[in-house]
């Protein structure tokens, strides 16, 4: 087991485990933000047929070759083709077809002109400009080419995906199965939710924050419920839900003390330690290990340090899982809006939202950056890098941030709130 | 009815009718991404106690006024306060309680130091360095002062509001109700995902494009399937549609042209028509009325079209009906990445993404901007805004995009796929 790691290294001994999850088969309504299993190619042309893009008339380009105002042309008008029905007849030299929007155009015509720009003229019709062949005329697999990539696997979809999909005749998706992650919180301190608060006691905000997050990210939180201070009971605990999920993910005892009972807990279960404490503060106080080639995170039992590893380590893991293509935090370079005045012994993550402003990235920190809650957590998807050994950094200072998929991402133009 | 409205009117107009919903109360784990329909406020002080952030030792900073490496001051020590229990002894000069992370500080001690900043001594301690008053201490009601507004009416509920609802005890959230949006499709040449496409037909693919987006902006789809193109059909699925749920999207039989239904169905109806047709290309087609209060939005029945449309009028409507405080896009300024050659004689909107590179907004156009199908929606969420009149636009111009909500939101560096 390493300790005292960097994230890097971190995250890094985390990849090397790679938990494979199945596939399901899912209806159309119930895939949004499912992840794909496979790619996903046309297997036909969209539209199948040239198609009209609104109502007009079809006809052929070479018949307005002279058209002007002071020379229309006229025409014979040979049928009407509504959206959904196939022409009935050819149009041939000195003929149109009356066509609505996204009706297939007629054989022989080879431009379409919009019915305002077209008169009446008895039973036929009065053109006075040219028109280009293929003009106006959406053709045979202009939208989508069969055998086009629609979307690879490992896409999560979105509602437009699901349109594109619908157009393409599936009733039904692959998907990945989502990861049951399994929530364990540890601590004689901690009661239910509900539960009366009495002396020196704290509820069990982490299961709550912990299940959300995981929600957010498409994954199945497990409720383990607490476990005392107590290896025999912890270490009961996380082979159930070893047994029941795909991860399990805990909170409280992993600091340094007498009271820190993760890692004697799982020594006694036979899980093996891959890392313990991670150079970053707050949120260094992780514990990683493994088990039947499932993963077993402990965070601490501090909110704020708990949500933190859950976004910098845990998230990543389960995303990719989860058979995201995409899996790892995003990372962007934003513009301290507001400077940083204490300065930071260790490598630490600012809390905050990004907002554009005249075009440049902007990252805008929450009050509060206490590791004892979640308030700077809320409403917030940004986590600022600041570097090790850092003093107190100026406003305007340009940092690296990472963007959390279980945060709160609404862009602020700055101005509003 | 206003016809051949701007953009700027037609939100206008839509935003002059205001539905309410009612609300309810939710359980906390199915609360994410509600909409809170209460203030919360801190009822108690999180914590309710002086606390310590780390394993130490709790002692006055008084007794180590001069001490120093070479002259460290001893301290017996009283007992143990592990996390969960209350003290059971003050603290008098002299004295230290060895406390552990989260554990209640004794009466007496107004300073904590680390257990690793200690030496044991007997059954005491030895400590070497000063401490001021305070020091270590996270005071009553640090991390959440009682009455703090914690998040107002009107907030989307996040991972991190869970878990501060959960510290502060709230098993039910009270959330307003969503909003029920039924969808009809009209046309004859509408066909189910799953029926086989005959010659002249297309797929309902807008019905599951809109439901998607509708579910992403918390509201639920109800499905009222395919109308044909016939007033009678239309006018009674729309009574139906008006009967079950708040408001009904529809798609099809808004264009000029003979088959144009859905304003003659809603006269036929009694509806009373707000406005038709917008000035911008794609998306102008739009038809919106009112019934029994009730919001009816007629879109394109071109798929691009209509999800143009729904972002930019119906997804405001709903995040304002669903009770968001914000629910109107919001606007940024970005650069677009590579140029527009053709000029745009109306006002319209190129679909892509959001990138930052080097502290800049830029937004990626997505490849096929046409108007038939919904790929440059996949994976995108910006709206660019291309003014009436623009010349080609080159590479590097900054523009003004909207930012949809149910659209796809993931910020890429513009290096990653």
Redesign the interface.
Known sequence: MKTMVSLEEASRLMSEMRQEIGTENVC??DA?YRVLAQDILAG?N????N?S???GYAMRAADLALASRERPVTLSVTE?V?????PRLEVSPGQAAKI?????VPAGADCVVK??ETREDGDGIIVSAQCKSGQNI?PIG???AKGTM??PKG??I??????????????DVPVYRQPNVAILST????VP??AE?T???????????????L??IGAK?VFLGIAR?ETEAIGAAVESGLRDADMIITTGGV??????LMQEALQKIGARAIFWRIRIKPGGAVLAARKYGKMILCLS???AAA?LSFHLLASPYVCRMAGRS?WQN??????LKSGINKPSFHKRFVRGR?A?E????VMITAE?Q??????S????ALLGMIPEGSGPIPPGT?IKAY?TR????????GQ?K
């Open positions: 159309l309504m949004l036909e969209v539209p199948p047929f198609r893009p609104f109502d009407e509504p959206a959904g029905h196939m609505m929007t996204g009706a297939p019915f305002e959406i202009e939208d989508i629609i979307a896409t999560v979105d509602p437009a995906l699901i349109g594109m999909m619908a157009s393409l005749g599936m009733e601590g004689d301190e901690v939710v509900g608060l002396q020196g006691k704290t509820r069990n905000s982490n299961t709550y924050a912990l299940a959300g997050a929600l957010a939180p201070d600091s340094v003390g007498d009271y820190d039992g501090s909110p949500m995409r995003e990372e962007i370079d934003v513009a990004l554009v005249d075009g440049r990235s509060k206490g590791n004892g809650v979640l308030d957590f809320i409403g917030t340009r963007v279980a945060g709160n991402f609404e862009i602020g133009n509003l």
